[in-house]
């Protein structure tokens, strides 16, 4: 009967947590077949066209235990699947991986390995932008830093496989050093909650986690191959996995990246000097026992990127004319050879975890090496000069993470541990340019104590850690005379949450957290200009008048204190499912750059601006909702709201993402032997309307001319150019599916900018000289076997 | 069989603790020694202007900024010539980063020997030169008295000719050194490039 068997049933189901909340992104898997789905918004999940017979199913979740059932299939099934939590049970590989920093009472969103093969070829900045909340600041079309609800670079703590990720992170224009091909999963946590990892989670948690090792002896592997029309760009990227034969709870994975592109261009021009190449590989290897496990895993990313050569500028009046420019200077023919200016960035991380399990305590311990290089070109006066790097150091970080979990009843855990870590910046000699930043090494420590538990039907979360950081400092001010100082900053970081089922359908959680960091060196010490950006930049600690560097006793510099409360409210009806995150986030002492005055040079007037304090809030709202028309067709509508201010000085922030909107239309139809999607996605970006004021280099000119220095007396913060207006993208994209063999094949075909629109973002640094990114057509295949 | 037993808990305890001890003696054994600092070969510290009269004493300006993008300003000299005067200008600019003896102290020397990338505009107030008339080459098309070329026969503009017109005071001559690499040409002009200098003098003639 098997060839004329008619395969025409159906099994869907969805996917709840212990409360009979949807779990949206959980992993749907029927083993020994390729059919396998993300749970929608909704929770649910469903296949068609299957044959009838028997199949298990396997369900998992990251922080629940992973659920797996026996169906027999001879008519159609509506399954309905309830995880439950991992803490009660602490599963081990989970444990080994830290993973379950995400608790039921954090305010997160995440892209699941699913939706992120449907975007992947991009950044991790620019893969960010798909969850709502997160946006990111650009410095022109490959270098995306991640913001959270407004707040962006230190305020934000970036978990690398269970690692604080420590680069050069002072600078708007450096983006993160993680190659998104090695997460299965990325989750922001948009609280301050996560104690455990330290200092510096002001705006929140971007958690960056892959698979699990694997523990059978399977061999398996993806391979990705992608190419973009602008850019003329191409990335491949391919992984390898499996046990070891005779050796029982080994795994390994290894893992590699290639990025390939030439300039991109926007409907009317080519960005000139924006290419950018990547290669990036890793490898892990463990094992895992029932009651214990040890892991190591090495990655290595580097990346050397172009910035738009018509961003380049010397000076006020330089940088007057680059603005006004319809095209920008020195825009040539499409290339892929990357000139001056550019960065060159190699991360490497080196890490060893181990965890034991010994009656209801979890004994975790993990060491982590990161080897951070970063070298930026500039145009200089000669091809000797120019071949060096403007900028180079070397950055060392070492942690170490030890933890105990108790399993105190099924309801309760109790989590206390210490971190430590110790960070050397050293710069690379001969740049032959004053060094930005001073020398430093750092000493951190701190203990944390957690407690996690279940009173009716709420769940709770409390939590309490003091740090300690100490610095040693060693630079060079104006004169190119040595300076050297030591100093250390403490603090307590309290936080503390609840997820309440209010009803059948509806689910609140409510987090409220403190949050502290110190200042980095970059804002106490750095000194003159930095890529691209036509302003002076002084430290909190540089004198203006002596031009010497202050001790920092009685300098009143003090550390940014957050509080930060966010509350989000979950509710489904049938078809309808409705998300909203309300937050407050109040920071105490905020660190920004200033406008101070104009200090003249050999290259005429320069604006000045130093790191100064203040008090600033930012106030939000992102909500979404969907609505499933069919069983295969869907609508959402996305949007996400920011008012941000600086509270002392009663003005606004520069760089603050505006309200953002987005409406889609998909249509997803899965069956045995096939599965396909069609989306469409209308994307409106409003103009910034609270922004601060616009003080044009033409006015600056002006105002010297006539002696009059625009900024001694009022040191608002000030913009060079008006915020640009609105703008709405469109983009569709559609993917197909299907088994080969022993084999998963997927196409996708994607359209962004599909309307070919000519449009400025506000927080693109590159906004001041070029229009963005034109219509770019991805095409992706996409093998998993 | 045997593999397996190897790797029990205790094993994969001392697994780790040997890893992160061997990196703890690598950390430790960092040294603590001060930065060495930069030599700073391309900043421009101190121009000096020489206008020399056919036969005269030569009249000598200078601009100096020895903090550079520090935040004390660039301390200008005035200029003072005399009217109806032929004057060659030469101009002078040194890195106060180096010690006098040092070559790199000379950074004419060093735009001199890639002039095919430097040029030198000049702009002044309307009237005070006779020749060359109007008001010069910074954001406008008038003429400036070149003396000097690079490797292509373009000016560079490190020595001049100038002719004074009739007194007068209160006024301003501002010079600009462009760095055009590969984009000096006989049509670029003092927007092409990025700016090496650009500093406006008081003028006034006698």
Partial sequence: MSAQEVCNLTLSGMVTDENGIALRGASVQLKRTILGAATSESGKFRFEKICPGSYTLVVQYLGYESFETFVVLDRNEELSINLQPDEIVLHEVIVADHAQVINRSNNAASLSAHQLAEVNGKSLGETLQNLSGVNSIQSGPAIFKPVIHGVHSQRILILNNGIRQEGQQWGAEHAPEIDPFIANNITVIKDAAAIKYGTDALGGVIVVTPAELPTDQKLGGKLHLIGNSNGRAGTISGLLEGGIKNLKGWGWRVQGTGRLSGDAHTPEYVLSNTGFREMNYSASVGHHTEKSGVEVFYSNFNTTVGILRGSVNESTADLAAAMNREVPANTSAFTYTINEPRQEVNHNLVKVNGHIKRAKNVYNLQYGLQINNRKEFDLRRGAALTALPALAYTLYTHTLDAERETAISDSHTRCVGLNGMVQDNNKLDGTQTLPFIPNFRNYSTGVFWIEKFSHRKTDYDIGLRYDFRHYQVAGFN???????????????????????????????????????????????????????????????????????????????VAAEH????????????????????????????????????????????????????????????????????????????????????????????????SNRYDLSFRYESITINKSFFAQAKLKYVARQSRSPRVVSTAEILAAKEQGIDLFLQ???????????????????????????????????????????????????????????????????????? | MLHIKLFTMKSQLKIFLGVALLSGVALLSGCDKDPEPE???????????????????????????????????????????????????????FNGFYAPTDPEYKVTEEVEEEGAEHQLFFSWSDGVFSNPAGTGNIGATGTVNYTDSDENGLPVGLATTWTTGAATTGKSFRIMLKHQPQIKSSTSTSSDGESDLDITFPIGIN
Avoid: C
């Avoid at chain 1, 920071?587 to 203040?614: A, H, K, S």
């Avoid at chain 1, 509270?647 to 760089?655: A, E, H, N, P, R």
């Avoid at chain 2, 101190?46 to 300006?61: D, E, R």
């Fill in chain 1, 714 to 785: 009022d040191s608002r913060n000030f913009d060079f150019l008006a915020a640009p207006e609105g703008y709405a993208l469109l983009s569709v994209s559609t993917g197909l599916s299907v088994p080969v063999q022993n084999t998963k094949l997927d196409f996708r075909l994607s359209a962004d900018n599909l309307a070919n629109v000519r449009y400025r973002e506000y927080t693109n640094r590159m906004r001041y000289f070029a229009n963005e990114t034109g219509r770019n057509v991805t095409v992706a295949v996409n093998l998993t076997f």
């Fill in chain 2, 39 to 93: 030599n700073i070969p391309e900043e421009i510290t101190k121009v000096v202007l020489t206008f020399t009269p056919a036969g005269g004493a030569p009249v000598v300006v200078e601009a100096v900024d020895p903090d550079l993008d520090g935040p004390q300003s660039i301390v200008i000299g005035s200029i003072a010539l005399v009217a109806n005067t032929n004057y060659t200008l030469t101009i002078e600019m």
């Fill in chain 1, 478 to 556: 104006f004169q190119n005379r040595l300076y050297k100082t030591q100093f250390g900053f403490g603090n307590v970081t309290a936080t503390a949450g609840a997820a309440v089922k209010l009803s059948e359908t509806t689910s609140l959680i409510t987090n409220a957290g403190s949050a502290w960091r110190p200042p980095n060196v970059a804002e106490l010490y750095s000194l003159g200009t930095h890529q691209s950006a036509a302003a002076i930049e002084y430290g909190l600690l540089l004198d203006e008048v002596t031009t010497q560097v202050k001790d920092i006793k009685n300098s009143g």
């Fill in chain 1, 562 to 657: 957050a509080l930060k409360w966010v509350n989000t409210i979950r509710h489904q009806k049938n078809k309808w499912q409705l998300e909203a995150t309300a937050y407050v986030n109040y920071i105490f002492n905020y660190i920004y750059l200033q406008p101070r005055g104009i200090t003249e040079t050999g290259r005429g007037p320069f604006v000045y601006f130093r790191y100064t304090q203040t008090d600033a809030s930012f106030t939000g709202v992102d909500a979404s909702t969907q609505y499933e028309l069919s069983n295969k067709f869907s609508v959402r509508a996305s949007a996400s709201l920011l008012r941000a201010r600086d509270v002392t000085q009663k003005d606004f922030l520069i760089f603050i993402p």
